[in-house]
């Protein structure tokens, strides 16, 4: 059936549709960060993930694209975020200098916007982006904005009446919308162009904003070769001019009714009589209900990330959920488990060759493509459940990634009987994984700890310890299997006459000295029958 024909199964395949229909012969798509703070997820979503699955599918539709990254390290340094060891003081002085002049917070980098840019670019392959880094600090320098500048100059009159219509503002006549970086103290935001001659501006530093003053020197340059630099919503235009970028993202706030999204194209088609692309909104990614800020120091970086999931998850959440629906990450709850889940369900409905697939499971084996960073293998991989993983990591703290292996193996968790050396490193990884979760983000009532002995002060009534003696009874009568022994559970609750939940509360107080634990059954057969029946006889 032709694709046109059916329904879109991964969002970015409707957009790349989108973009077939503007006949370009090279598609670039862009994401833009600035390197004032941390990079996080939230920000991968709009900047990275999006344009990479885009860029993605229009390559797998047989078009030529490309995707390049944006680092807008030409954007002043207006505040200090949060989360650096730094004295905020010592570096007041450099408010309002390009972030690519200021210096780095943490010895050993070359400037502040290098320091915070490092971790995300090394992290780019890692994930499966394949993109074009690209400094607005050295295009600047470079000379690649000079002649968008002097259009800008030219065109001021015509940028202050389309200015005023589409964001009601009240810029005055004479206006000139070019921002010089003063040749005495190197602030951009502080200065204000007085008169443009054709070759010529004329400036002075006169300006303060919220985060620095002007110095007060006046001068005359030619706004080339970084010496001046365009306003944001006439940046973003100008962009688009020069690199004849056909789509880019962006988070839904530049999108209201005059935002940037709006002044900015009307810019590039007015002004720079170019085509500008196609812009879709991106929602935000929320963490634990609350949104990243990457200067106040609340984020996951994509280096974080790697830490406690493998990064093909992370781009299976991006391909998962329409740009326009907001993502809300759990990752201090069992709720982390279900990301896991659904792209192990993904991976089985690739590999499953038999039988006509249901709508669902054809849309996850399309997500499962997107999600990939490496070639996909013949045959399904080895997999282990994440949950399984936190389990077998507490409840065997001492044994090795190896020893916690061959226990998996022997207790049914992983039933293939010859395992590849790509499945022994994707179990390892798996594990470290969940161990570092524990860690750092697991809650404290999925935290246990298998006791040695019965808790000291643990009070159980006849009931309960009439229903944990049946147990005993139970695992040395026979074996069992995670389904028959849940079954045999809700047996022994009849016959003793206890609430199913006392049931289990005592046999977790007994056996981790809480309320709460793991799925009782899987957990028994996992820790062995013997170490439960030496603790529930002893009640």
């Not at 690209?134 to 320098?141: F, Q, R, V, W």
């Not at 991976?347 to 997107?370: A, M, V």
């Amino acid at each position: 059936m032709e694709k046109s024909k059916i329904e879109h199964y991964v969002w970015a395949d409707k957009v790349a549709d989108q973009l077939k229909e503007m006949k370009v012969k090279k598609h670039v798509i862009h994401g833009m960060w600035t390197p004032s703070g941390f990079f996080h997820i939230g920000n991968a979503r709009p900047e990275l993930m999006v344009p990479s699955l885009i860029n993605s599918s229009l390559k797998n539709q047989g078009l030529i694209s490309k995707q390049n990254f944006i680092i807008d390290d030409f954007d002043d340094f207006d505040k200090v975020p949060a989360g650096l060891d730094i004295k905020k003081e010592d570096f007041e002085e450099h408010l309002g200098k390009p972030l690519r002049e200021v210096p780095s917070p943490v010895e050993g980098f070359e400037s502040w916007a290098h320091y915070f840019q490092k971790d995300v670019l090394d992290c780019l392959d890692k994930f499966g982006i394949k993109a074009n880094v690209i400094s607005s600090y050295d295009s600047y320098k470079n000379g690649l904005f000079d002649e968008a500048i002097k259009i800008v100059l030219n065109k001021a009159e015509d940028i202050r009446k389309i200015w005023n219509d589409v964001t009601n503002a009240k810029k005055q006549k004479g206006w000139l919308p070019v921002m010089v970086v003063c040749e005495n103290c190197g602030k951009s935001a502080t200065t204000k162009v007085v008169s443009w001659d054709g070759k010529e501006v004329e400036y002075a530093c006169n300006q303060n904003v919220d985060y620095t003053k002007g110095c007060k020197h006046k001068g005359k340059l030619k706004p080339e070769k970084g010496k001046a630099k365009l306003p944001w919503r006439l940046h973003w235009a100008a962009g688009w001019f020069i690199y004849g970028t056909s789509f880019e993202s962006g988070g839904k706030d530049h999108f209201s009714s005059g935002g940037s999204v709006q002044t900015s194209q009307a810019f590039c088609k007015e002004i720079f009589k170019a085509q500008p692309p196609l812009q879709t909104p991106t929602e935000f990614l929320l963490v634990d209900n609350t949104k990243l800020s990457g200067s106040a120091g609340n984020v996951i970086s994509l280096k974080d990330w790697l830490e406690f999931a493998e990064p093909e998850l992370l781009r299976f959440m991006m391909a998962s959920y329409k740009q326009n629906t907001v993502i809300n990450f759990d990752l201090h709850s069992n709720k982390f488990f279900l990301l896991a889940d659904r792209y192990e369900k993904a991976e089985q409905s690739y590999f499953e060759k038999e039988g006509k697939k249901e709508k669902r499971d054809l849309q996850l084996t399309e997500i499962y493509k997107y999600s990939q960073i490496k070639e996909i293998p013949e045959k399904i991989p080895v997999q282990l459940n994440y949950s399984i993983a936190t389990m077998i990591a507490q409840t065997f703290p001492n044994k090795t990634l190896n020893e916690l292996i061959q226990i998996l193996h022997s207790h049914g968790w992983i039933h293939r009987k010859t395992l590849s050396s790509y499945d022994k490193e994707r179990l390892t990884k798996r594990l470290e994984l969940s161990k570092n979760w524990l860690e750092k983000y697991a809650p404290e009532d999925v935290k246990f700890t298998v006791q040695e002995e019965v808790p000291k002060d643990l009070k159980l009534n006849a009931e309960e310890k009439k229903a944990l003696g049946l147990v005993v009874k139970a695992l040395k009568q026979k074996r069992w299997t995670e389904k028959t022994l849940f079954e045999e559970f809700y047996d022994i609750c009849e016959k003793t006459d206890i609430k199913n939940t006392d049931f289990f509360r005592a046999a977790y107080n007994v056996l981790l000295n809480k309320d709460r634990g793991p799925k009782l059954a899987p957990f028994i057969l996992t820790l062995g029958k013997e170490k439960v029946i030496e603790l529930f006889e002893k009640i």
